[in-house]
């Protein structure tokens, strides 16, 4: 990403190196595009959700009817709608400042990120967020959302050199098969994928069938119109006494949200 940034001739900002002087370095730099991760968005969900709902009388009611209607055009019709004439004057334009007043786009990846989360950054900033998925062993991102897209919670659809296929796991009960829309194990091959774990082979055997596809661990859903949406981990989890599988991602997600847990 950032060679592609230089490469149109944008410019790179970089933080001071601490988390807690980031909304001064944005108020700085100013940047247009805003790549994160959801742990860093989930503590700017925390402090903007604080103000807002700290809003009585009628400011609170100017915050919750700015919120429902953005929300319902952001949401519910067929093309993502960031924008408000009336209300990001009044109410976001404001919000906006934590992050320096100019971004025009953000992008999350490296772990799942809740949806309220996710719409809240796209109300409150007036912008699309994508979602990206990819691991350390594809390189980069395998998929995509789109920013004309107005569901939230998926990770969009594979790019232009990905082939993704599901694999069943009866164990766990996601099955090709399933209705209305087939689960599994997401798999994916590409010339971007790493061609094994270095004097490793059992690992590489492991993760990488016959056919060259990488086994992520990840188990996901495939909607008709092409995009993914994550469900669960394959790996990584915790079968409990009564026979109950758990994955800790999903448990960490929620505790992160928290002020009172670092």
């Keep these: 990403m950032f060679v592609g940034i230089t490469q149109a001739g944008g410019r790179q900002g970089y933080y001071q190196g601490s988390p807690l002087k980031l909304m001064e370095d944005c108020a700085v730099l100013q940047p247009t595009i805003f790549p994160s991760v959801p742990r860093l968005y989930n503590k700017i969900y925390a402090k903007i959700k ?31 709608n960031y924008n408000s004439g009336c209300y990001d004057g009044l109410i976001f334009n404001k919000i906006k400042k934590i992050l320096g007043g100019n971004v025009r786009l953000m992008v999350t990846a490296s772990a799942p990120i809740s949806k309220e989360v996710l719409e809240l950054m796209k109300i409150c900033f007036c912008a699309p967020v994508l979602e990206a998925y990819g691991l350390s062993e594809t390189c980069g991102p395998v998929t995509v959302t789109l920013a004309e897209d107005p569901n939230s919670g998926i990770i969009g659809g594979p790019i232009k050199h990905c082939a993704i ?38 690992l590489t055997r492991d993760a990488i069938d016959d056919e060259g596809y990488l086994h992520t661990g990840d188990v996901g859903v495939v909607y008709p119109n092409g995009t993914i ?34």
Excluded: H
């Design 165 to 202: 296929k599901l694999k069943d796991l009866p164990e766990m009960e996601y099955r090709i098969s399933d209705q209305p829309y087939p689960r599994g194990e997401i798999c994916v091959r590409s010339p971007c994928i790493t061609p094994g774990y270095f004097m490793r082979p059992d």
């Design 229 to 262: 949406k994550i469900l669960d981990r394959s790996k990584n989890i915790f079968k409990l006494s009564q026979g109950e599988y758990v994955a800790p991602e999903k448990c960490e997600n929620i505790f992160i949200q928290s002020n009172y847990i670092a």
């Design 50 to 80: 604080t103000g807002l709902d700290a809003a009585t009388g009628c400011k609170g009611w100017l915050v919750n009817r700015a919120m429902t209607s953005k929300s319902y055009y952001l949401t519910e019709t067929p093309t993502a």
